[in-house]
């Protein structure tokens, strides 16, 4: 992590909603100075601006830099790559992944070039397949390469139970683990409010329309917003990830990680319960699966593997 005779430095490759409001939002909590860098450089110049701007107005210090030149983006101690195809409405995120694919290679390779001892934060989509991509292509450790994946879909699980149950989210333990897509596992029997399982609290048909909702709580946002794909809990969730690893926080996360023979899972990044610090992956964390969970998950990982079966046979 970075020196203590150096300021923290984080950089943001690609300037759309995504990646803009992970900027904001870690300006806002001063995690590191910022750079945002994009294909379009003057587009990621005029959102620097604007929200070094805003921080000056919340009298923050922060700065953020638009750049084109990932030069700029030289000895950053964490690189989120955002940079890829949206989805529409009608499109799953598996729909992405051959254009997506040859973005993440790219974006990699040159964000390593720049940066050799960074952690890699992949949110593109498919993001399981692109955290694998981006650690084949970029050199680094396991613990080094982290897709965001469970951090979002677990809050989306606690949002729509407290909505059923009219009850505050921070109330809600609730974790969703395997894919980042409608084969995600959200562990029904691990989920707790204010302690008391989730099974005691609803019918099991209301968690499981709860557990659909949850797959497909993505497509939901697409198919309302028409013209493209959710940014603000996406940014939050990517921001959560980050100041665990920029502030050392040792938390564990629901993350896409690469697993070497836990969860009976080898050499495929899979969304595990990970213990998160400054080194990136401090620790996968076992936790003890139903047996409906752990039928759900190895239906999921067989997904992920699937899907990037399908990548490399058509390279």
């Given at each position: 992590?970075?020196e203590?005779?150096?300021?923290?430095?984080?950089?943001?490759?690609g300037?759309?909603?995504?990646?803009s409001?992970?900027?904001?939002y870690?300006?806002g909590k001063?995690?590191?100075?910022?750079?945002?860098?994009d294909?379009?450089?003057d587009?990621?110049?005029?959102?620097?601006?604007?929200?070094?701007q805003?921080?000056?107005?919340a009298?923050?210090?922060?700065?953020?830099?638009?750049?084109?030149d990932?030069?700029d983006?030289?000895d950053?101690?964490?690189?989120?790559i955002?940079?890829?195809?949206?989805?529409?409405?009608?499109?799953?995120?598996?729909?992405?992944?051959?254009?997506?694919?040859?973005?993440?290679?790219?974006?990699?390779?040159?964000?390593?070039?720049?940066?050799?001892?960074?952690?890699?934060?992949?949110?593109?989509n498919p993001?399981?397949?692109?955290?694998?991509?981006?650690?084949?292509?970029?050199?680094?450790?396991?613990?080094r390469?982290i897709?965001?994946?469970?951090?979002?879909?677990?809050a989306?699980?606690?949002?729509?139970?407290?909505?059923a149950?009219?009850?505050?989210?921070?109330?809600?333990?609730?974790?969703?683990?395997?894919?980042?897509?409608?084969?995600?596992?959200?562990?029904?029997?691990?989920?707790?409010?204010?302690?008391?399982?989730?099974?005691?609290?609803?019918p099991?048909e209301?968690?499981?329309?709860?557990v659909?909702?949850?797959?497909?709580?993505?497509?939901?946002i697409?198919?309302?917003?028409?013209?493209?794909?959710a940014?603000?809990?996406?940014?939050?969730a990517?921001?959560?990830?980050?100041?665990?690893?920029?502030?050392?926080?040792?938390?564990?996360?629901?993350?896409?990680?690469?697993?070497?023979?836990?969860?009976?899972?080898?050499?495929?990044?899979?969304?595990v319960?990970?213990?998160?610090?400054a080194?990136?992956?401090?620790?996968?964390?076992?936790?003890?699966?139903?047996?409906?969970?752990q039928?759900?998950?190895?239906?999921?990982?067989?997904?992920?593997?699937?899907?990037?079966?399908?990548?490399?046979?058509?390279?």
């Amino acid at each position: 992590m970075a020196e203590r005779n150096r300021k923290t430095k984080l950089s943001i490759i690609g300037a759309g909603n995504v990646g803009s409001h992970v900027a904001v939002y870690a300006a806002g909590k001063g995690l590191a100075d910022i750079v945002l860098l994009d294909q379009n450089a003057d587009k990621a110049k005029g959102i620097g601006l604007d929200i070094t701007q805003a921080m000056a107005m919340a009298s923050n210090d922060r700065v953020v830099i638009g750049t084109g030149d990932y030069a700029d983006t030289a000895d950053s101690d964490v690189v989120v790559i955002t940079a890829g195809l949206a989805r529409k409405p009608g499109m799953s995120r598996d729909d992405l992944l051959e254009a997506n694919a040859g973005i993440v290679r790219a974006v990699a390779r040159d964000a390593v070039k720049h940066s050799p001892n960074c952690v890699l934060v992949v949110v593109t989509n498919p993001v399981n397949t692109m955290a694998q991509l981006a650690y084949e292509v970029s050199g680094l450790p396991r613990e080094r390469v982290i897709g965001v994946s469970g951090v979002l879909d677990s809050a989306r699980f606690k949002a729509f139970i407290a909505e059923a149950l009219s009850v505050g989210a921070s109330r809600i333990d609730a974790m969703v683990l395997g894919d980042h897509g409608a084969q995600m596992v959200p562990l029904v029997d691990h989920c707790l409010v204010d302690g008391v399982s989730i099974r005691e609290l609803m019918p099991p048909e209301q968690i499981a329309a709860i557990v659909n909702r949850v797959r497909h709580g993505g497509s939901e946002i697409v198919e309302l917003l028409k013209t493209g794909s959710a940014y603000y809990a996406p940014g939050t969730a990517t921001v959560e990830l980050l100041e665990c690893i920029l502030k050392d926080r040792q938390v564990t996360l629901p993350c896409a990680v690469y697993l070497e023979g836990e969860y009976g899972v080898d050499g495929l990044y899979v969304g595990v319960p990970t213990l998160i610090g400054a080194v990136g992956v401090e620790k996968v964390i076992r936790l003890h699966l139903s047996e409906a969970e752990q039928r759900d998950f190895d239906l999921s990982v067989a997904h992920i593997r699937e899907r990037l079966e399908v990548l490399r046979s058509k390279a």
